[in-house]
């Protein structure tokens, strides 16, 4: 019976270890905080004439309705690769941050994407 019991309190441990995923929606609830937020890409956009070449990545809704925006720097597009494309399923890992009120979530090399 002793070792049932210490099975099931490894097993709760590691279960509340394993961080899981949030939508693109529960995003927004979470900032400041270190997650994987997954959701289908609804447009994406360089802004080639901006300082840093940023790269958008908008899940869920399209610019300028967008629910969670990955960004990649023109800097780091090297060091992630491929990015996702309209229509795809993505998660990125990172630190959920606010950008003018849209979670968002930097992403500088390709294992902070999955799909």
Same mark, same amino acid.
């Given at each position: 019976?002793? &070792?049932? *019991?210490?099975?099931?309190?490894?097993?709760?441990? *590691?279960?509340? @270890?394993q961080? !899981? %995923?949030?939508?693109?929606? !529960? *995003?927004?609830a979470h900032e400041g905080e &270190?997650?994987?937020?997954?959701?289908?890409?609804? %447009?994406e956009r360089t802004a080639t004439s901006s300082? @840093?070449?940023?790269?958008?990545?908008?899940?869920?809704?399209a610019y300028p309705? !967008?629910?969670f &925006?990955?960004?990649v720097w023109g800097d780091d597009r090297k060091n992630v690769e491929e990015l996702?494309?309209?229509? %795809?399923h993505v998660c990125a890992k990172g630190l959920i941050t606010d950008y003018?009120?849209?979670p968002e979530i930097v992403v500088r090399n390709s294992g902070q994407l999955s799909k």
């Open positions: 019976m002793k &070792t049932i *019991a210490v099975a099931a309190v490894l097993l709760l441990m *590691a279960s509340v @270890g961080a !899981q %995923s949030l939508t693109a929606s !529960q *995003a927004k &270190t997650s994987t937020v997954c959701g289908v890409v609804a %447009s300082r @840093g070449e940023p790269t958008f990545i908008n899940l869920d809704a309705n !967008q629910v &925006t990955i960004l996702p494309h309209v229509g %795809s003018h009120g849209v």
